[in-house]
């Protein structure tokens, strides 16, 4: 264990600069949280990552950020009416478990293949998840966006809530009944994620539309519940093995907690198929960014070569696909709000002059 926390802690040095950007990082993503429900660590991660913080470190750091910020988003969010505290609690707990496990397979990544093998593990996750699940959400985004916006149960969800496998549960604010066996794996896959590369909710939440059958506001509101829960556990797991910045934690945690609780406000503003939109939108870009960093960890691991000019060219186009996702994010979040907020005061002002 000695020597996995040496190579681990490995922390950046930081100037003006780093941390100017590390704040914005933590905003886009806190606002994104907010909005969508899933942490934001598909931001989060590969921001801190592209300024060549292990990826171990940055996921643990992350996760460290992520209750504080997630207890403020699901306040919010449940004063809304938005969050299914018992639905919550439940997936949190499969969640706990699933966090317990993901350490322990980061750890022995890290033991076998040292940090070259663990930024690879975490760079490759992260492209198969997200072109997977964002592109998937994607496509279900544009079949919803041509309705009245209202979530409707996808089928295989409704197919699973047909199933009578004791014993049953009803969530009252999500409005569904389903086996609790069926909970089981969404909430294991989330923690699971959660502690590897630290982006449980590209899991938890379209594990909670697609297989329970919840809606996308409610699902999005709950996610928080579940990353301040299995966030808290997590943290304290990965603090005792020294892989937690706190530098870090701090910066990003600051951005957060300002972006989080404007996130929350945009989602009373929009229809529930633009949550879909802008979490799809952001996973793809992503995508494209982390695919980009992987030659370089398979160069360290001598698994392929590359000249060091092509690694650093690769190394600076994903660090502008990945502030370009953090522009469209905000952007998108942002520009539906004011969109909406505008519509409904052009509503008031013609009630009024009639």
Not at 178 to 190: E, K, R
Not at 329 to 338: F, K, N, P, Q
């Amino acid at each position: 264990m000695h020597d996995i926390v040496q190579q681990s802690a490995n922390f950046i040095d930081l100037n003006a600069l780093s941390i100017t950007f590390l704040f914005l990082v933590g905003f886009i993503g806190g606002l994104v949280s907010g909005f969508i429900g899933s942490g934001g660590a598909f931001v989060l991660t590969p921001g801190m990552m592209s300024l060549g913080v292990p990826g171990t470190v940055a996921v643990a750091s992350n996760m460290c950020h992520k209750f504080p910020k997630a207890m403020v988003g699901a306040i919010k969010r449940f004063k809304y009416g938005q969050v299914d505290l018992k639905l919550g609690i439940v997936m949190a707990i499969s969640a706990g478990v699933g966090v317990q496990a993901g350490i322990r397979l980061q750890q022995w990544i890290l033991s076998t293949w040292g940090q070259a093998g663990s930024n690879l593990y975490v760079s490759l996750s992260f492209v198969v998840v997200l072109v997977v699940v964002g592109g998937y959400v994607f496509k279900d985004a544009l079949k919803s966006s041509g309705t009245d916006g209202a979530d409707k149960p996808a089928g295989l969800a409704k197919k699973l809530q047909g199933i009578h496998l004791p014993p049953m549960i009803h969530f009252k604010r999500a409005n569904v009944t389903i086996s609790l066996w069926f909970t089981v794996p969404v909430g294991f896959a989330t923690g699971m994620l959660a502690a590897t590369i630290a982006v449980g909710g590209f899991i938890g939440v379209p594990g909670m539309m697609y297989v329970v059958g919840v809606g996308g506001l409610i699902s999005s509101a709950t996610e928080l519940v579940i990353a301040f829960l299995m966030g808290l556990a997590g943290s304290i797991n990965w603090a005792m093995h020294g892989m937690v910045d706190i530098r870090l934690v701090l910066i990003i945690l600051a951005g957060s907690l300002l972006g989080v609780q404007l996130g929350a406000i945009g989602t009373t503003y929009v229809k529930e198929s633009m949550i879909k939109v802008v979490m799809a939108t952001i996973m793809l870009i992503v995508a494209v960014s982390r695919a980009l960093a992987v030659p370089q960890y398979l160069v360290q691991l001598n698994l392929m070569h590359l000249e060091q000019n092509t690694i650093d060219i690769l190394g600076k186009i994903s660090f502008v696909i990945m502030c370009i996702a953090l522009l469209v994010g905000a952007s998108i979040i942002l520009g539906a709000m004011w969109k909406a907020k505008r519509a409904e005061m052009l509503l008031d002002e013609g009630i009024e002059t009639a």
